[in-house]
């Protein structure tokens, strides 16, 4: 792939770290990332179910472990990039076209079968619960071709989709996105470990600045950047669906 060139218009730069949301859209963000809202994140756990098996996830400072290299050598070089790709590409043409391509590498980066199946069911989840409330041809038609299998419907695509026809701010997006995929984790990990709500909470709080530093980092990458450092990770994701016995589906 060629390097892309940087767009010069403020509203598409990525280096622009600008932040800006009103009363509305603050509300829709905080409403998605609900507890309540369906989108199935607590049924799966991406490999971390393995580790957690194999006893190196037992405490506070393991878990942070964990989430920090799924963080830096796992979103960071995959879904995070998708999300910013689907936005500015929204952002430049406002076409489809694109995006059935973002979807296929997308599908092609994941490399475990249960992270690529997890993937496409919290997104086809995510399209069922946020159409109706978006009213948006532009997500209702998104969610047609999904059904249809006519394309995967990975999460990071439909998230970075629904986030710009929101209104998101690009910053805003990759970094909501990447908290909530790492604090969806941490959520798990309390109950399979299990750990108390204290430690989850403190972990979630450690991981912070963390994310704010991928997000920087995502916003200067472009698709020439994908790539799969977290071959732990990606092993343990492979062994999950042969484990004696599961608590979640991936």
């Keep these: 792939m060629s390097k892309q060139k940087k767009d010069s218009n403020s509203h598409l730069n990525t280096k622009d770290t600008t932040i800006t949301m009103n009363m509305q859209q603050l509300l829709q963000l905080m409403h998605i990332h609900d507890s309540a809202f369906p989108i199935g994140t607590y049924t799966h756990s991406f490999g971390m179910e393995t580790y957690i098996q194999q006893d190196k996830i037992k405490d506070p400072d393991t878990l ?3 989430c920090y290299n799924y963080l ?3 979103l960071s070089c995959g879904d995070g990039i998708f999300v910013k790709e689907v936005w500015q590409t929204l952002a430049q043409s406002k076409s489809f076209d694109s995006i ?3 979807d296929a590498f997308c599908h092609a980066q994941k ?3 249960e992270s ?3 993937s496409t069911k919290m997104g086809r989840q995510f399209l ?4 109706p409330l978006a009213d ?3 997500l209702s038609q998104w969610k047609e071709v999904v059904i249809a299998n006519q394309t995967y419907g990975h999460y990071a695509i439909s998230y970075g989709l629904y986030a710009y026809i929101k209104g998101f ?3 805003v997006t990759i970094c909501s996105f990447l908290y909530s995929s790492v604090a969806g984790l941490i959520h798990n990990a309390v109950r399979a470990v299990p750990l108390g709500q204290t430690t989850g909470v403190r972990v979630i709080n450690d991981i912070l600045s963390h994310c704010e530093v991928e997000t920087l980092a995502i916003l200067e990458k472009n698709l020439d950047d994908l790539s799969n450092q977290a071959v732990g990770i990606e092993l343990a994701s492979m062994a999950h669906e042969f484990l004696y016995s599961r608590l979640f589906i991936s």
């Design 136 to 138: 948006s041809p532009m």
């Design 116 to 118: 690529r199946a997890g």
């Design 100 to 102: 059935y391509t973002l």
């Design 128 to 131: 069922e619960t946020a159409v």
């Design 111 to 113: 490399l475990a079968k």
């Design 72 to 74: 830096h050598s796992n």
């Design 64 to 66: 942070f472990t964990y």
């Design 169 to 171: 701010s690009l910053p």
